[in-house]
């Protein structure tokens, strides 16, 4: 019998990095308490997966001992070191206990491992700098990417810190990581393995990538057929999950056959994502169309926190969520959701967690909904030069009409932001789902803190109103300033609705 994991629906699975929410918040020496809240601040809301990071194939626990400088100059490296030195002795193992205390908690516990991890190549210090890297990393050159780079220097601002990562073409780098699932464990209760490839995404020289496809298959088959005898032995299914490129063909250049995995079953889960930015449009459309009819599912990652200026956090939570949801994907996971919040949650960020994974829930509450500037090669729409006729399409998972008509929706409004928008002279022709608003209703705020105007912006309120799911905006350029050489470029799209 195989111990593959059965077709589970999380609603919200919460990542934990494992370290700068754990050690640096608390002066030394926290309390268990304090460690065990990370856990703890979960109970409550709608997490039901808790994702703790044990480490790194290249730093940290995972690769092995790494070294302990007598001295730092970093006051958060004496702080974290030393609340970790402290935890040990009150006889707790810090990179995995919090996986069994999610255990006990009723959670399911996930152990997630970064698959590699360049934040010792590009520190200031130097990845060999005592501290940095694993004592493997330092013993064993030819496993890099590039063995000629010269890792005695400081290669942070360089190209070249990439290529002294991992590169998985070789066997010791696969017999590591293989030994890593073994020793992870070993020590703790987890109910599955999580594959980070976002952190950071090189795994063989740039150039030979996209035919290492077969490599990394062939690894995912090693590690999935070594849950299966953990699960044997367990008596439970284990799953298996991966943090990958928005899409596929991103992923393939990088070395990843993220599809082929869906295919052959080696996977229980996908997290489609963007490297470090709160997106609400991560185009997860293929991801989504390759799991249909099988057992895996696909993830929508909410990463870090919207941009101050965005107004409340949680009407850009509610908006992004709703429509990923409605868009179909299985559930939301937030990835640096503790990223410069206080610890433990405030109530308003707890708020968050106990809305967003249930689309009856965020009904009839203000969602903001935001398209914004990212990588067009991946996928994403903007930014987008204006020069004739354009489509943006977006996913709303909001009912605004039955709302209208239930008297309950007090407005929605759209915004556009432009970089180069000349409004005395361009002239521009806008249609929402075929409708043409009005140009008397446009409006143009100046922008005080750029010194520019800079957005046109459309009372929805009375008409026309976007539709719940698939929506298009129909931008024409009918005449740009004939002054002004630089292009007109749509970087921004915000849709707001606020309810009674």
């Known amino acids: 019998m195989t111990y593959t994991s059965d077709s589970k629906k999380r609603t919200i699975m919460y990542n934990d990095d494992g370290g700068t929410a754990i050690y640096l918040p608390h002066p030394y020496p926290m309390t268990l308490g304090q460690y065990y809240d990370c856990v703890d601040q979960l109970l409550?809301?709608?997490?039901?997966?808790?994702?703790?990071?044990?480490?790194?194939?290249?730093?940290?626990?995972?690769?092995?001992?790494?070294?302990?400088?007598?001295?730092?100059?970093?006051?958060?490296?004496?702080?974290g070191s030393h609340n970790w030195s402290h935890l040990e002795g009150l006889g707790i193992h810090p990179p995995t206990a919090l996986l069994d205390r999610a255990k006990d908690k009723g959670l399911e516990a996930i152990a997630s491992l970064r698959m590699n991890d360049a934040h010792?190549?590009?520190?200031?210090?130097?990845?060999?700098?005592?501290?940095?890297?694993?004592?493997?990393?330092l013993e064993n050159r030819e496993c890099r990417i590039d063995p000629t780079v010269d890792t005695s220097k400081v290669l942070r601002g360089t190209a070249e810190w990439p290529l002294v990562l991992y590169d998985y073409s070789h066997p010791l780098v696969q017999q590591l990581f293989l030994d890593i699932i073994d020793r992870t464990f070993e020590r703790c209760d987890a109910d599955g393995l999580e594959l980070d490839f976002m952190r950071h995404p090189y795994y063989f020289k740039p150039e030979d990538a996209p035919g290492k496809l077969d490599v990394m298959t062939d690894l995912l088959k090693r590690a999935r057929r070594r849950l299966d005898e953990i699960g044997r032995e367990r008596g439970r299914a284990m799953a298996l999950g991966v943090l990958v490129p928005a899409v596929p063909d991103r992923a393939r250049e990088i070395g990843l056959d993220v599809l082929t995995w869906i295919e052959k079953g080696l996977v229980d889960y996908v997290v489609p994502k963007h490297f470090i930015r709160?997106?609400?449009?991560?185009?997860?459309?293929?991801?989504?169309?390759a799991s249909q009819g099988t057992s895996t599912q696909v993830y929508a990652c909410?990463?870090?926190?919207?941009?101050?200026?965005?107004?409340?956090?949680?009407?850009?939570?509610?908006?992004?969520?709703?429509?990923?949801?409605?868009?179909?994907?299985?559930?939301?996971?937030?990835?640096?959701?503790?990223?410069?919040?206080?610890?433990?949650?405030?109530?308003?960020?707890?708020?968050?967690?106990?809305?967003?994974?249930?689309?009856?829930l965020m009904r009839r509450k203000d969602k903001r909904f935001a398209l914004t500037a990212a990588e067009p090669e991946d996928g994403y729409q903007l930014p987008m030069e204006i020069t004739g006729d354009h489509t943006i399409?977006?996913?709303?998972?909001?009912?605004?009409?039955?709302?209208?008509?239930?008297?309950?929706?007090?407005?929605?409004r759209l915004r556009l932001e432009f970089s180069e928008l000349v409004v005395e002279e361009d002239q521009l022709d806008f249609?929402?789902?075929?409708?043409?608003?009005?140009?008397?209703?446009?409006?143009?705020?100046?922008?005080?803190?750029?010194?520019?105007?800079?957005?046109?912006?459309?009372?929805?309120?009375?008409?026309p109103l976007p539709l719940r799911g698939a929506n298009e905006l129909h931008i024409t350029l009918k005449r740009r300033c004939p002054g002004v050489s630089t292009p007109?470029?749509?970087?921004?799209?915000?849709?707001?609705?606020?309810?009674?």
């Open 120 to 137: 010792f190549a590009y520190s200031p210090e130097g990845p060999e700098a005592p501290g940095q890297a694993s004592q493997f990393w």
């Open 278 to 289: 709160f997106l609400m449009d991560v185009p997860v459309g293929e991801y989504l169309a």
């Open 302 to 360: 909410l990463e870090n926190w919207p941009p101050p200026e965005a107004g409340e956090p949680i009407a850009s939570f509610r908006g992004a969520a709703a429509g990923y949801l409605d868009a179909g994907a299985d559930g939301i996971y937030v990835y640096n959701y503790f990223n410069h919040r206080p610890h433990p949650h405030t109530k308003a960020d707890r708020r968050i967690l106990q809305e967003i994974g249930d689309p009856e």
């Open 431 to 463: 249609e929402l789902n075929g409708a043409p608003l009005a140009a008397e209703k446009l409006e143009s705020p100046y922008d005080f803190a750029h010194m520019t105007y800079k957005w046109v912006e459309y009372d929805l309120t009375q008409g």
């Open 488 to 500: 007109l470029t749509l970087i921004g799209m915000e849709i707001f609705t606020s309810y009674r």
């Open 393 to 412: 399409n977006f996913v709303l998972g909001d009912d605004t009409r039955s709302a209208a008509d239930e008297w309950s929706l007090l407005s929605a």
């Open 44 to 79: 409550g809301t709608q997490v039901d997966t808790y994702v703790l990071c044990i480490g790194e194939t290249t730093h940290h626990e995972a690769g092995g001992e790494i070294q302990k400088p007598e001295t730092t100059n970093r006051e958060a490296h004496w702080r």
